[in-house]
C-alpha cells in the first residue's frame, strides 16, 4: 500500500516509520527537513512525560488566567489584536476545565502517556536515535510543600493514573543541586524518567534511518489534501505537482487545521507559541530533567547547552515572535539558578498545536476515509509522538488498536 504522510515533525516521523516498518511504501513530505529549526519538535524540552495527564485548562484558570496575564514575570502572553479571533477557542478551551469534564480528559491523556518510555525505546530500537534517549529522575521544585499542597485535584489526578513520586525536603534537594535557590525548598521526584538529549537530532536520526530503510521524504509545501472520486488520497504541493496514494496521514502540526478545514472538518486548533532559550557554555547545568511550576520554566541539560523553554503566547499561527518573553525567561532563570551565567544562548519559538480539550485529533476523517488525522498534540508532543504512530499504523494496517481512539475523533468538534 501507498501512504503518504504530511508533516515530518516526531509525529509524522512516527507515523512513517511504523507504517514502512509493515511493509507500506511511505513517502513523508513537508516544507522542511525532520528536525529543522522551525518544528515544534525543534523546541522541546525533551521531556518524555509519562505521568502528563493534567490538561491545560482546569478548574480555577477561568479566574487565574487575568491575573497571570498582567503579571510581567509569568510565562502566560496575549496578542491583544489577536483577541476577537481566539476568543471563541478561549471560551470552549477554558469550558472544558469544568472538574468533570478534566477527569474525562485525563483519562484519553493517559492512555496517550501510560507507555510513552515504551513505545520510544521500540521506535528507535537498533537506530541512532536510540543514543539520545537517557533515564533520570523528573524533579519539581516547589517554594514549599504547602505550594505543592495547594492543587490537590491535579497531584490526586496524576496519582489516579499510575505517577509515584519521592518528596524532597531542602537537604535532598541541595545533595541532588546545590546550585539550585535555596528558595525552592521542597520536590517530588519521579524515578527513572525518560528525556532526549536533543529532541532535533532525535527526529532527524529517525528520518534518516526511514530513509535509509527504504522510505522517502520529500520537502515540499503541501496546499491541500482530499480524496478522489476513485478514494484515492490525493496531495497537491505548492510548485502544481500532486501525488497520490493508497492512504495519507495528516500530520502537520498547527498547519493541519487549515488542510482539516478543506476536508469540512471543524478541528478548532489554536497556536499556543512557545519559547525556549538554549543556554551555550552554562557555568551549571542539574543531572538530568527540572519542572518549575512557579516559573512556568522546563530545563533540560542536551547536546546543544542548558535548555529553558515554556512560555504559552496566544499571538496567532502567523503572528510574529514576542521578544519580550526572552527577557522574562532570563528573569526567570535567576530565580532558579541566582549564581548562574553563560557564554552565548540561542533564541528559539515555534507553535504548539492546542485543541480545545488538550486532546489530539487522531483516526479516519469520517469525510474522506483514506485520508487519516493526527494533529493536536500540545504540550507533550515529543511524549507521544510514537505512541500515535504506532496507532495510526495499527488503524491502517488493518489491525486491532491496544487502546481506544473514540475520545479523539475529530468529529467530537462538529
Same mark, same amino acid.
Given at each position: 500500500?501507498?501512504?503518504?504522510?504530511?508533516?515530518?515533525?516526531?509525529?509524522?516521523?512516527?507515523?512513517?516509520?511504523?507504517?514502512?516498518?509493515?511493509?507500506?511504501?511511505?513517502?513523508?513530505?513537508?516544507?522542511?527537513?525532520?528536525?529543522?529549526?522551525?518544528?515544534?519538535?525543534?523546541?522541546?524540552?525533551?521531556?518524555?512525560? !509519562?505521568?502528563?495527564?493534567?490538561?491545560?485548562?482546569?478548574?480555577?484558570?477561568?479566574?487565574?488566567?487575568?491575573?497571570?496575564?498582567?503579571?510581567?514575570?509569568?510565562?502566560?502572553?496575549? +496578542?491583544? !489584536?489577536?483577541?476577537?479571533?481566539?476568543?471563541?477557542?478561549?471560551?470552549?478551551?477554558?469550558?472544558?476545565?469544568?472538574?468533570?469534564?478534566?477527569?474525562?480528559?485525563?483519562?484519553?491523556?493517559?492512555?496517550?502517556?501510560?507507555?510513552?518510555?515504551?513505545?520510544?525505546?521500540?521506535?528507535?530500537?537498533?537506530?541512532?536515535?536510540?543514543?539520545?534517549?537517557? !533515564?533520570?529522575?523528573?524533579?519539581?521544585?516547589?517554594?514549599?510543600?504547602?505550594?505543592?499542597?495547594?492543587?490537590?485535584?491535579?497531584?490526586?489526578?496524576?496519582?489516579?493514573?499510575?505517577?509515584?513520586?519521592?518528596?524532597?525536603?531542602?537537604?535532598?534537594?541541595?545533595?541532588?543541586?546545590?546550585?539550585?535557590?535555596?528558595?525552592?525548598?521542597?520536590?517530588?521526584?519521579?524515578?527513572?524518567?525518560?528525556?532526549?538529549?536533543?529532541?532535533?537530532?532525535?527526529?532527524?536520526?529517525?528520518?534518516?534511518?526511514? +530513509?535509509?530503510?527504504?522510505?522517502?521524504?520529500?520537502?515540499?509545501?503541501?496546499?491541500?489534501?482530499?480524496?478522489?472520486?476513485?478514494?484515492?488520497?490525493?496531495?497537491?504541493?505548492?510548485?502544481?505537482?500532486?501525488?497520490?496514494?493508497?492512504?495519507?496521514?495528516?500530520?502537520?502540526?498547527?498547519?493541519?487545521?487549515?488542510?482539516?478545514?478543506?476536508?469540512?472538518?471543524?478541528?478548532?486548533?489554536?497556536?499556543?507559541?512557545?519559547?525556549?532559550?538554549?543556554?551555550?557554555?552554562?557555568?551549571?547545568?542539574?543531572?538530568?530533567?527540572?519542572?518549575?511550576?512557579?516559573?512556568?520554566?522546563?530545563?533540560?541539560?542536551?547536546?546543544? @547547552?542548558?535548555?529553558?523553554?515554556?512560555?504559552?503566547?496566544?499571538?496567532?499561527?502567523?503572528?510574529?515572535?514576542?521578544?519580550?518573553?526572552?527577557?522574562?525567561? +532570563?528573569?526567570?532563570?535567576?530565580?532558579?539558578?541566582?549564581?548562574?551565567?553563560?557564554?552565548?544562548?540561542?533564541?528559539?519559538?515555534?507553535?504548539?498545536?492546542?485543541?480545545?480539550?488538550?486532546?489530539?485529533?487522531?483516526?479516519?476523517?469520517?469525510?474522506?476515509?483514506?485520508?487519516?488525522?493526527?494533529?493536536?498534540?500540545?504540550?507533550? @508532543?515529543?511524549?507521544?509522538?510514537? +505512541?500515535? @504512530?504506532?496507532?495510526?499504523?495499527?488503524?491502517?494496517?488493518? !489491525?486491532?488498536?491496544?487502546?481506544?481512539?473514540?475520545?479523539?475523533?475529530?468529529?467530537?468538534?462538529?
Amino acid at each position: 500500500m501507498k501512504v503518504i504522510v504530511v508533516g515530518g515533525g516526531i509525529t509524522g516521523v512516527s507515523v512513517a516509520e511504523w507504517l514502512r516498518r509493515d511493509g507500506h511504501e511511505v513517502t513523508i513530505v513537508d516544507r522542511v527537513g525532520p528536525g529543522d529549526v522551525t518544528q515544534a519538535s525543534y523546541g522541546n524540552c525533551g521531556i518524555v512525560g !509519562r505521568s502528563s495527564v493534567v490538561p491545560l485548562s482546569t478548574p480555577g484558570l477561568f479566574w487565574q488566567a487575568p491575573g497571570m496575564l498582567l503579571d510581567p514575570d509569568t510565562l502566560l502572553f496575549l +496578542r491583544w !489584536r489577536h483577541l476577537p479571533r481566539l476568543t471563541p477557542w478561549l471560551a470552549r478551551f477554558l469550558w472544558n476545565g469544568r472538574r468533570d469534564k478534566v477527569m474525562q480528559i485525563a483519562k484519553g491523556l493517559a492512555s496517550l502517556v501510560r507507555d510513552s518510555d515504551e513505545q520510544h525505546f521500540a521506535l528507535a530500537a537498533g537506530t541512532p536515535a536510540e543514543g539520545f534517549l537517557q !533515564r533520570g529522575p523528573y524533579v519539581t521544585l516547589f517554594r514549599s510543600r504547602e505550594d505543592f499542597a495547594r492543587n490537590p485535584f491535579a497531584n490526586e489526578l496524576r496519582k489516579k493514573h499510575g505517577a509515584v513520586w519521592d518528596d524532597w525536603d531542602r537537604t535532598a534537594i541541595a545533595a541532588y543541586d546545590p546550585a539550585v535557590s535555596p528558595a525552592y525548598r521542597f520536590a517530588t521526584a519521579m524515578p527513572d524518567y525518560v528525556f532526549v538529549r536533543s529532541p532535533s537530532q532525535y527526529v532527524a536520526a529517525l528520518a534518516d534511518h526511514f +530513509r535509509q530503510s527504504g522510505g522517502n521524504i520529500l520537502c515540499h509545501e503541501v496546499v491541500h489534501i482530499k480524496q478522489s472520486k476513485q478514494g484515492k488520497a490525493t496531495v497537491a504541493l505548492a510548485n502544481g505537482q500532486r501525488l497520490e496514494a493508497d492512504r495519507a496521514v495528516l500530520a502537520a502540526g498547527v498547519w493541519s487545521g487549515r488542510l482539516a478545514a478543506r476536508l469540512g472538518h471543524k478541528a478548532t486548533l489554536e497556536s499556543e507559541r512557545g519559547y525556549h532559550l538554549m543556554l551555550k557554555g552554562a557555568s551549571h547545568a542539574p543531572p538530568a530533567v527540572l519542572n518549575i511550576p512557579d516559573t512556568g520554566l522546563g530545563v533540560c541539560p542536551m547536546a546543544e @547547552g542548558l535548555c529553558f523553554g515554556g512560555a504559552v503566547d496566544f499571538s496567532g499561527i502567523d503572528g510574529a515572535p514576542n521578544e519580550r518573553v526572552y527577557d522574562a525567561i +532570563r528573569r526567570q532563570i535567576h530565580r532558579v539558578y541566582p549564581d548562574l551565567t553563560w557564554e552565548d544562548e540561542t533564541k528559539w519559538t515555534g507553535q504548539r498545536p492546542s485543541t480545545i480539550d488538550s486532546l489530539p485529533v487522531l483516526g479516519p476523517s469520517p469525510k474522506a476515509p483514506s485520508i487519516y488525522l493526527a494533529f493536536g498534540s500540545q504540550h507533550i @508532543g515529543l511524549t507521544i509522538g510514537p +505512541r500515535i @504512530g504506532k496507532t495510526i499504523a495499527d488503524l491502517i494496517s488493518g !489491525r486491532q488498536t491496544d487502546m481506544d481512539v473514540t475520545p479523539f475523533r475529530v468529529d467530537r468538534f462538529e
